[in-house]
């Protein structure tokens, strides 16, 4: 019978990568709490129309990438492409966003119908972080920060660059929109066929076409920053002064605009060149319309989300994982003889008791060749039990140092100063 498999696009996380999933989310996680964040955990599934009516019916995920189905009851559900959405539904449903300010993060997976390839899947990971009820730049610019706190402590500052724009009001993004459609619409021969279509449906778009000739002539193209309305010249001025001040470079990139509808003012993108195609690890941007346009009342809102694998694909083109996060286990524990596998695992349960925080695996079952086994884990600690005499006798390979013959009653205190001392 054929085996079934996974589903293309979704993939297993195995346990050789999870060290590194974990490492990463514990460096999040530990970033996140310094800047006073708090979690939230949202449904997986969401309806439909709640992706529709934020997201924008024309847009590429509402067009043509959501996982959508209908329940036993017939009702429209979607597995949820992005987590804002779900987030704001979270938010005003239970009211944390009215009159109030809010540090939310959240993780998880999402689920678009793409064309799978390297850092590009059907089922992947997102980290995000959305802020609500703060109006001012300070809070695009706290986001902004502990982005790059965090690539610092992981080590890929250097690899990624931040791209900034502002899209202005609602108003002025208007005024700008009819202004390239009439420039656009005199060459539209020469737009690629995406382009074509969106001329109708999301102009904006086709700034960040990646076709070469709609790129050249876009050169010649009305420039968003001269329709900017004068609060969001004010607001994109003083976060740049923030940025500057707290020493975060950026790149202006006037024709970033963002893949979904509910974005104003502030955008940005952190993007590696070390990834091919998909260069984009972390991207978000100011979304004040959103939650009125959810049925709440207006709230301003900031927030960004990062791709997981694409960030894990960096940490390992770029090899700065510390070594000793891919070991999932300190000591090494092996009997040398039949018959005492019993007396091992109490041992090793008097070690967890007594030295807390070490990691001891115990070997079960198998003894041959045990001893270069037990060495070839890459344990820092390997410890090969055997009896004499009824009372246990140890040897310990400590960064392959050993010490032997150690006796029953000084097995946890040795282990315990070694510990202490590392
Ligand atoms: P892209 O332009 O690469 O399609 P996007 O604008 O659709 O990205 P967002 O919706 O902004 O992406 O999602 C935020 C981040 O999530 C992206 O910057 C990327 O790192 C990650 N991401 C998005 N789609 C995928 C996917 N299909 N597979 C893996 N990571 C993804
Ligand atoms: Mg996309």
């Not at 993007?271 to 009342?297: E, H, W």
Request: charged share 25%; aromatic share 8%; hydrophobic share 40%.
């Amino acid at each position: 019978m054929a085996k079934i498999k996974a589903i293309r696009g979704m993939n297993d996380i195995l346990p050789e990568q999870t060290p590194v999933w974990q490492y990463l989310e514990s460096s999040v996680k530990s970033v996140l709490a310094a800047y006073g964040y708090s979690e939230i955990r949202m449904p997986i599934v969401e309806q439909t129309d709640l992706f529709k009516r934020s997201i924008g019916e024309v847009t590429d995920i509402v067009e043509k990438e959501m996982y959508t189905f209908e329940d036993r009851n017939g009702e429209s559900l979607t597995l949820r492409p992005e987590g804002t959405a779900s987030c704001v539904r979270a938010g005003e449903e239970h009211g944390l966003l009215f009159n109030q300010t809010q540090r939310l993060w959240y993780q998880g997976p999402m689920f678009r119908y793409e064309k799978p390839q390297k850092g590009r899947y059907r089922q992947f990971h997102q980290i995000g972080v959305e802020t609500f009820g703060m109006a001012t730049a300070d809070i695009d610019a706290e986001v902004i920060m502990l982005s790059a706190r965090l690539w610092k402590q992981l080590g890929i500052l250097d690899s990624v660059t931040l791209q900034l724009n502002s899209l202005g009001s609602n108003e002025a993004r208007a005024e700008y929109k009819d202004a390239l459609v009439t420039y656009l619409s005199a060459h539209k021969d020469q737009l690629d066929e995406d382009s074509q279509r969106r001329l109708e449906t999301n102009p904006l778009r086709i700034l960040d076409s990646k076709d070469a000739q709609t790129q050249s002539l876009l050169d010649d193209a009305p420039v968003l920053s001269e329709y900017l309305d004068e609060e969001s010249r004010e607001h994109f001025a003083d976060l740049c002064e923030m940025l500057d001040q707290a020493g975060i470079a950026y790149e202006l990139n006037p024709r970033l605009v963002r893949g979904l509808d509910y974005y104003c003012k502030t955008v940005f993108e952190w993007v590696t060149d070390k990834l091919g195609a998909q260069g984009t690890v972390c991207a978000g941007g100011r979304y004040d319309g959103l939650v009125k346009q959810l049925g709440g009342r207006p709230t301003p809102a900031v927030g960004f989300a990062m791709g997981v694998e694409r960030l894990i694909l960096l940490l390992e083109t770029l090899d700065v994982v510390p070594e000793t996060v891919k070991q999932p286990f300190d000591l090494y524990l092996a009997a040398e003889q039949k018959g005492i596998q019993k007396r091992l695992i109490v041992l090793a349960d008097q070690l967890r008791d007594a030295v807390p925080g070490m990691r001891i695996r115990v070997h079960c079952s198998g003894l041959k060749n045990i001893s270069s086994k037990a060495r070839q884990t890459g344990a820092t600690w390997v410890m090969l039990v055997r009896e004499e005499n009824q009372s246990l006798l140890a040897n310990l390979w400590y960064n392959s140092e050993p010490v032997f013959d150690i006796t029953e009653d000084r097995i946890v205190e040795l282990l315990l100063q070694q510990w202490q001392q590392n």
